[in-house]
């Protein structure tokens, strides 16, 4: 028999057995893998050798002559050459085999292991429908499936904003992957064929760019959600070696109407511009999406979110009244919560809402309660952020910030505010690199003039800070803050009339200050004291008013009023400690010494605690010198005034300020810093009359 035959039967056997039993025996991968390549390797050897000898009953013979009577030829170099050869190809075919193999098995590896670090972006997905109809369900896809990947707590995911901002500059999967940090990118399309909504989504490392995982759905378009669900859970089965059943924990909250879920995305879309206007749009979206389903709970929490920033004041975006902003939050952050008590979204809401009135431990609670359903949550962090800011503790809020920037590092909201923690600390260069990166992420968002109008402040470029406040408020007509701010700086440069073509009647005191009315000034404010008497604000604006232009006695009992009325939160707010340390120089005045030095004390030691949490300002500065001028240290009162100034303090009411020399006659040391502030306002009024005259087509609103 030739011999070739009984060597193909022997290694079929033995692979079998291999496989068979090597799993049983618990026998390493390995072996098989060389089992099999040796008796592949083994065929073209089998084959020479079978040309020359035959497998018999008495065993391995040389294969006789074809021709009768003839001795087969013994075998001479040339054969043995042949098997040589043969052998060589043999080897190499098996070392390549082998190669193969072991680089598959390294591939294999790196797909298991490329998402190890969990983390991951989720990228909007594309819009392949001929009308490109689909472009809010395809972002809202992608915005939908980190919140439920977010929910896990054990999966760093990307913001989607930055994911989106990133996917727009990045070319490939590596430079997503460093612009965002993450492991590994999910990225997809959406089309419509007939009534299906037919979704791909593929997981790409973004190491090498390999695919991971890829699958595709098929969906009535009223089952979106569902198809967000498939989606997610195939991803964590990827990440996390499990699946979700369908009877495990919904990952995302399903409204009963479709439409109720496409007002939703519009809602969310129309939000991350931050504008008044957009605002506006959102909160009818969101007030759209309760209308179709009642019943979604995150409809009721993008509502309450967007009330807020639609409330007015220093932080927020709008022009509704902060008090009845506040009260409709609260209102639709609990309908959220009944609905789904955790959803980390309404309990974020419910810690501004918190803030807002002033309970600082509630407000952390629910913030903590929100990170720890959705720890890649950054909203969450960076309200948590700013909480602690308000607080003085400029260390911790920086970083819960980082937490949120490396969660969202493309958002413009969060670039903003790591801006301006560097302007707190006088770093105003790279304060106004986070501000130009929101500019070349979002060019017509006003956001990012907001910061370069707040760092010339800061430096004491009034004149340039109002006219990026214009910049702004041009980007965002309906903004209160930023028509509020462009007031400010102009009336800082005591530039009353520029101030009067945006400003109302509610500033009617102050306008009638810059143009040096200090008489109608007085007649106003206590006009307006009298309106309002019980308004503990109104009675600490009539008391500063009378204290630098009016009557002391007046201003006496107007401070200590609206001392008395207010709690300790509002009483000595940082950085000024205000209306405290006014109230303490009008006790002083009224003979009440204890309860004098009982403010002035409390003031110096949140001023050291500020300064101890890395916070340095102009405005703690000044608040230095009002301390040590009531302290009796009229030297260092004019060296902190000095320092104040060099690093941008110019407020015109300074040489009016009582509290500055202690109600005494200043130093020549404080005279000169004086009419430094003074003549440095009038030289920048001087630079800014040109741009003045091209505002005064701009109409004054109420």
Request: glycine share 8%; with cysteine; hydrophobic share 45%.
């Amino acid at each position: 028999m030739n011999i070739f035959t009984p060597y193909l039967v022997a290694v079929w056997l033995v692979i079998q057995v291999v496989v068979a039993v090597g799993p049983t025996l618990g026998l390493p991968d390995w072996i098989s893998t060389v089992v099999v390549i040796a008796s592949i390797v083994g065929v073209p050897v089998a084959f020479y050798v079978a040309w020359f000898f035959d497998f018999t009953s008495d065993g391995v013979v040389r294969t006789p002559s074809l021709r009768e009577g003839d001795v087969a030829a013994s075998l001479g170099p040339a054969h043995l050459a042949g098997l040589a050869v043969t052998l060589l190809f043999a080897g190499l075919a098996g070392w390549l085999s082998l190669n193969v193999i072991l680089n598959r098995d390294a591939e294999t590896d790196l797909i298991a292991t490329a998402p190890s670090d969990k983390s991951v972006a989720v990228l909007p997905f594309q819009d392949l429908s001929p009308s490109q109809e689909l472009g809010y369900l395809a972002q809202g896809l992608a915005a939908e499936i980190t919140v439920a990947l977010g929910k896990l707590g054990n999966i760093r995911i990307s913001a989607p904003s930055s994911a989106f901002r990133a996917a727009q500059g990045a070319s490939s999967a590596a430079e997503i992957g460093r612009s965002l940090n993450v492991g590994a990118i999910l990225e997809g399309s959406v089309r419509l064929v007939g009534n299906q909504l037919r979704v791909t989504a593929s997981l790409v490392s973004t190491e090498d760019g390999l695919t991971i995982w890829s699958d595709a759905f098929s969906r009535p378009v009223e089952d979106a959600v569902l198809v967000e669900e498939q989606i997610a859970r195939s991803i964590l089965g990827i990440m996390l070696d499990r699946f979700l059943d369908s009877e495990d924990e919904e990952l995302l909250d399903r409204p009963n109407a479709s439409d109720a879920h496409e007002f939703y995305l519009r809602g969310r879309e129309a939000m991350r511009a931050r504008t008044a206007e957009s605002l506006k749009q959102a909160r009818t979206l969101f007030e759209q999406t309760i209308a179709a389903d009642p019943e979604y709970a995150p409809g009721y929490a993008g509502l309450a979110a967007v009330l807020l920033l639609l409330g007015e004041g220093a932080q927020d975006y709008g022009t509704l009244d902060a008090k009845v902003a506040n009260e409709l939050a609260s209102s639709n952050a609990q309908k959220a919560l009944r609905r789904s008590p955790d959803l980390a979204e309404a309990h974020a809401v419910r810690g501004r809402i918190a803030a807002f009135e002033g309970d600082t431990d509630a407000a952390l609670a629910s913030y903590d309660q929100a990170i720890a359903i959705n720890p890649s949550y950054a909203d969450a962090h960076l309200w948590k952020s700013n909480l602690l800011l308000r607080q003085g503790l400029l260390d911790p809020a920086t970083e819960s910030l980082n937490t949120a920037f490396s969660l969202d590092p493309l958002s413009p909201i969060i670039l903003y505010n790591k801006g301006y923690h560097q302007a707190l600390r006088g770093r105003f260069d790279e304060a106004r690199a986070y501000y130009e990166a929101v500019l070349d992420l979002e060019p017509d968002s006003p956001l990012g003039y907001r910061g370069l109008a707040d760092a010339a402040r800061r430096e004491g470029n009034i004149a340039q800070s109002a006219r990026t406040w214009k910049r702004a408020l041009d980007l965002s007509p309906e903004s209160v803050q930023y028509k509020d701010n462009l007031i400010g700086s102009l009336l800082t440069l005591e530039m009353g009339d520029a101030a009067r073509l945006f400003a109302g009647e509610d500033y009617e005191t102050n306008l009638r200050a810059a143009e040096g009315d200090f008489d109608g000034a007085i007649e106003q404010v206590r006009f307006d004291y009298a309106a309002h008497p019980d308004d503990p604000w109104m009675a600490f604006e009539a008391g500063w008013t009378e204290l630098l232009y009016g009557d002391p006695d007046r201003a006496d009992e107007a401070l200590i009023k609206a001392d008395a009325a207010l709690g300790d939160g509002d009483r000595f707010a940082m950085p000024y400690c205000s209306p405290a340390i006014e109230a303490a120089y009008a006790l002083r005045r009224r003979g009440e010494e204890e309860a004098a030095i009982e403010r002035i004390t409390r003031c110096d030691s949140l001023r050291s605690e500020a300064l101890e949490n890395s916070a340095s300002s102009i405005e703690l500065d000044y608040l230095g010198a009002r301390l040590s001028a009531l302290q009796g240290d009229e030297a260092e009162a004019a060296s902190l005034l000095k320092r104040a100034y060099d690093a941008g303090w110019r407020e015109p009411w300074t040489a009016y300020d009582p509290l500055i020399t202690a109600g005494g006659q200043p130093s020549s040391a404080l005279s000169s810093v004086i009419e430094a502030i003074d003549n440095d306002l009038a030289v920048q009024r001087e630079a800014l009359a040109p741009d003045v005259a091209g505002w005064s087509g701009h109409t004054s609103e109420d």
